[in-house]
């Protein structure tokens, strides 16, 4: 596998962005990581108006994500934000019935490029996200993923933010489910002491 580097989603690097999405399709029917801020007008319009709202997000400094680039291509990012930047979860009203407390921050979405799937990228992704926490001053962060009891999906591309077990080898614990299929995954993830 060859060397990976991590970028945080900026106006400036938001055309490598849109550039995978691009490559795929949209990502989820045009969706172009939109579903989890929250509803406003824009949102959920067309593929093209999503692609607006979330540079606009960008160039606003409310979307944040950990790009994984191949090279200069980006083939891989991971959407992190606070519950205020993403509060439109799956299963909320359960979320927050179950909740003790809101987390400092929430990985929603993971996506891979097509045919890089299944090399460990969404993993690479997630680190990245962490890595950014951190360089932002750390603290209670927590994902949804998938909980597939360990076994392999034939169609990874449903995974939305990777597994379970995943996360626990980038160090998350579990915390409970959500939804059906579904958990809350917790890392206190400390600040970073790198410039």
């Known amino acids: 596998m060859s060397d990976f580097t991590i970028k945080a ?18 990502m989820f029917a045009g969706c172009w990581c939109t579903k989890f801020h ?12 999503n692609r607006a709202f979330k540079q606009r997000l960008v160039a606003d400094g409310i979307a944040h994500a950990a790009l994984v680039y191949d090279g200069d291509r980006a083939v891989a990012w991971a959407e992190y934000g606070s519950p205020e930047e993403l509060p439109d979860i799956h299963h909320r009203k359960e979320y927050l019935a179950t909740a003790e407390r809101l ?12 045919g890089l799937r299944g090399q460990g990228l969404a993993a690479i992704a997630l680190r990245g996200a962490v890595e950014l926490i951190a360089q932002a001053g750390g603290g209670l962060v927590e994902g949804y993923p998938h909980d597939t009891g360990g076994v392999r999906k034939k169609n990874s591309s449903f ?4 597994t379970r077990t995943m996360y626990e080898r980038e160090g998350f614990t579990y915390d409970r489910p959500k939804g059906q299929g579904n958990c809350v995954m917790v890392r206190e993830v400390a600040p970073s002491t790198r410039d």
């Open 9 to 26: 989603l900026t106006p400036e690097t938001f055309d490598d962005f849109a550039a995978l999405v691009e490559r795929n399709k949209g």
């Open 103 to 114: 987390p400092d921050y929430r990985v929603t979405c993971i996506l891979v490029e097509r």
């Open 38 to 49: 929250p509803d406003c007008a824009e949102k959920g319009q067309s593929a093209e108006g």
């Open 159 to 162: 995974l939305y933010n990777g």
